[in-house]
């Protein structure tokens, strides 16, 4: 698992989709290429001062640390968007709270899947009726 650190990385996987909780935000993005799992933190300014910033980005880049990799689909990008809350959330909540985060990310993207599939099968509606003509 690798880290993303360019400005126009963190920009790509803002476009893709995205999953609040309590503590956080997470953001996914698939890449075409066959690299590793990349995962980004940041915290804005609004969030507090300086050490209170840093604390929320250690405490989130612990949860993926402890978090199993199973959980990450292959050749994605993550981004972990820190709140505030993060400063005095149960440890174990927000775990439980990036797993589920996670599976519903997953299940948006099968279902993005599916239906990218579908219209792609179906066709056009003007080619949908000729067929049904013939």
Do not use: C, W
Not at 52 to 64: A, D, G, K, P
Not at 122 to 129: D, F, P, Q, V
Request: glycine share 4%; charged share 35%.
């Amino acid at each position: 698992m690798d880290r993303l650190r360019q400005r126009a990385d963190f920009l790509a996987v803002a476009n893709g989709a995205r999953v609040t909780s309590a503590a956080f935000v997470v953001q996914s993005r698939r890449r075409d290429d066959d690299g590793p799992i990349r995962v980004g933190f940041t915290v804005s300014r609004k969030n507090g001062t300086a050490t209170e910033r840093n604390r929320i980005r250690r405490r989130l880049r612990e949860l993926v640390k402890l978090l199993d990799v199973i959980s990450m689909r292959p050749h994605s990008d993550y981004v972990l968007v820190g709140r505030r809350a993060a400063l005095n959330r149960d440890f174990a909540t927000m775990l439980d709270d990036l797993r589920s985060a996670l599976h519903r990310l997953d299940r948006q993207a099968s279902k993005q899947a599916k239906a990218f599939s579908s219209e792609v099968d179906t066709g056009s509606r003007k080619e949908n009726a000729s067929k049904q003509r013939v």
